[in-house]
């Protein structure tokens, strides 16, 4: 498994970003997250070892721009030659999670079809609005691998109108388990659905409230 974060920074686009991990990691080091930049790990699907070796073995699944959001408007410029890598390696399966979806379609690459094999991408969905607004998105797009992470959850949050056929939600059993750990009654809705208590009944075990949601990370 590897971590490709070909830019670094965002910009809070969404209620699920309130805790953002960037942020809050920037925060801690004196950085300010808001600034973008490219890394220096930009090119690191392409580097090779002294040997010739690739530095990402072949078969590696790449964790891919979690420092960011993969289709931040800041990225704009440098996002075709990530693509372009993705296409080089076909060896490797790139996943990244978007809060943007709905910037896809005008940012894909022109030989991109109904998506590359290799390619996965997930859209958050923290609450019943955001839902509503991004999986629709996210369903019609022309992508190989689609999934759903309602992390952090901020509310109930319905996703059986959506889930199914090429969707799935691989982190809904560790949602679903978050709520559990927290003894949230969760009632099943369907088979993937999921409903739980308003965030304002959650508690830390010190007595302290908690943010909203199981999880205090915003992720991307
Ligand atoms: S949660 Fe995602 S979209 Fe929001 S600020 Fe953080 S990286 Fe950006």
Known sequence: MASWNPWHGCHKASPGCANCYVYRGDQR??????????????????????????????????????????LLEDADEWRPWAWAMMKVRTD???????????????????????????????????????????????????VKHKSITCEPLLG????????????????????RALAEDLDIPVQRVSMDGILYRPPDEL??????EQPPGPSMDSLC
């Open 29 to 70: 080091r004196g950085l300010d997250a808001s600034k973008v930049y490219r890394t220096k790990s930009y090119d690191l699907p392409l580097r090779q070892k002294r040997n010739g070796d690739w530095t990402i073995p072949p078969g590696d699944m790449v964790w891919t721009c979690f420092s960011s959001d993969f």
């Open 156 to 175: 109930p949050v319905d996703l059986t109108p959506w889930l199914g056929g090429d969707i799935t939600s691989p982190g809904m059993a560790k949602e």
């Open 92 to 142: 490797l399966n790139f996943f990244f999670i978007t809060k943007r979806i709905h910037r896809l379609a005008d940012h894909l690459p022109p030989d991109w079809g109904d998506g590359y094999d290799n390619v996965a991408i997930c859209s958050t969905a923290e609450d019943q609005q955001r839902a509503g607004f991004r999986l629709p998105i996210l369903k019609a797009a022309p």
């Open 203 to 208: 508690r830390w075990d010190d007595g302290q």
